[in-house]
């Protein structure tokens, strides 16, 4: 079971995210599981007032964030069940570094830890667009190919040296799917006006809270994974501002078994959200300057984050519910010099050893006059 002061500080970061990416009041979607791994990875690569910045964020009431990486990993695995569709989630997270960005072993031992983990190396500094390909294609691939263009262009450069990447793909069926025979076009409510949705139908014994504004339902899907519809008693925007952690906390402990006619609108929803400023905004600022300290990562010390992406997927229908979500730290050298490569044409007479290399002894010395 997960420790509740840390599903209650994932809460709060879930909150704390939706606050400023839903700022509009449009339609969003993001993976707070995401994005706090990829914050995770980068925290155990960060040192000092980097550290602590992220820290902050991600659990004020700690010296570290063990008790977050604790509640991933639990969530990375779902519960076996017979008697129904096989539940599928996927969760990578990888470091691709530069091949000749010197890496702490310290920081890929802690990486291993983590769900899905694996080192990969990529061209950044020769081929940039070589690199971000990869990135992509390793995305698509974890993710079903739902995000096939997580690292758009121009966001590596010969730059940049790594990219701390967590990829998340999930589908999983309803306990009691909705019959497709049900859902008809209903009206739906929004700030602009009615319009017509494909609203499904069922009546059955589902989760159930009324507490604090919100009315609650669960929809229980297998693998140990549950929807949980919040529905305002008045206008949404009030409802969220008036939200906190411990509020929605205590919402989501009322769920109780009830009898439920439901009516819930087929969803697909997709976002792409560039997060440098919204971490900004949450007090993580210090990580995207060249005061950054990635010293944990690597002994180069012109380490930064460049860019912070994020992309995430959605689908709710009759049978079950499909998402995918990836987050990539992107890190670049504040300072990088790239040679000019030196012209050398061996095009006229020269001389040629072939030798052992930490002995020094010469196995054969040749002059080369005329190399036909």
Not at 48 to 71: N, R, W
Not at 326 to 347: G, K, L, N, Q, W
Request: proline share 6%; hydrophobic share 45%; glycine share 6%.
């Amino acid at each position: 079971m997960a420790d509740a002061p840390a599903e209650r500080r994932h809460l709060q970061f879930t909150l704390d995210l939706h606050r400023i990416i839903g700022a509009d009041g449009g339609t969003v979607c993001f993976s707070p599981y995401s994005v706090e791994s990829a914050l995770g990875m980068v925290y155990q690569a960060a040192r000092g007032s980097t550290a602590a910045e992220l820290q902050h964020l991600l659990d004020p009431e700690s010296s570290d964030i063990g008790k977050q990486v604790e509640l991933l990993r639990e969530a990375a695995v779902l519960s076996a069940e017979r008697g129904s569709d096989e539940p599928v989630l996927e969760v990578s997270n990888t470091l691709w570094a530069w091949d000749q960005l010197p890496l702490n072993d310290s920081f890929t031992v802690e990486l291993s830890g983590w769900p899905g983990a694996k080192v990969a190396t990529a061209p950044f500094v020769t081929d940039p667009e070589a690199a971000r390909q990869a990135i992509n294609a390793d995305v698509a691939e974890a993710t079903r190919d739902l995000i096939t263009d997580l690292v758009p262009e121009g966001a590596v450069d010969s730059s940049t040296v790594a990219s701390l990447v967590n990829a998340l793909y999930l589908k999983v069926g309803w306990r009691q799917p909705f019959a497709e025979h049900e859902t008809t076009e209903e009206p739906f409510a929004t700030p602009s006006g009615q319009v017509r949705v494909p609203m499904m139908r069922q009546t059955e014994r589902l989760g159930y809270a009324q507490a604090a504004g919100w009315t609650a339902v669960a929809l229980p899907a297998v693998g140990g994974v549950q929807a949980v519809g919040l529905l305002p008693d008045g206008e949404l925007a009030e409802a969220e501002e008036h939200t906190d952690a411990a509020a929605l906390a205590a919402v989501l402990n009322q769920v109780r078994p009830r009898r439920v006619a439901l009516s819930f609108p087929r969803l697909k929803i997709a976002s792409n959200v560039r997060l440098t400023d919204v971490l900004a905004e949450l007090g993580v600022r210090r990580l995207f300057t060249p005061e950054a300290d990635l010293g944990g990562l690597s002994t180069d010390p012109r380490l930064k984050v460049s860019d912070a992406l994020h992309e995430s997927v959605l689908r709710v229908d009759e049978k079950g519910l499909e998402g995918a979500a990836a987050t990539a730290m992107m890190i670049r050298m504040t300072s990088i010099v790239v040679e000019e490569p030196v012209a050398v044409s061996f095009d006229r007479p020269f001389l040629l050893l072939v030798r052992h290399t930490s002995s020094g002894a010469v196995y054969f010395a040749a002059r080369i006059v005329d190399p036909r």
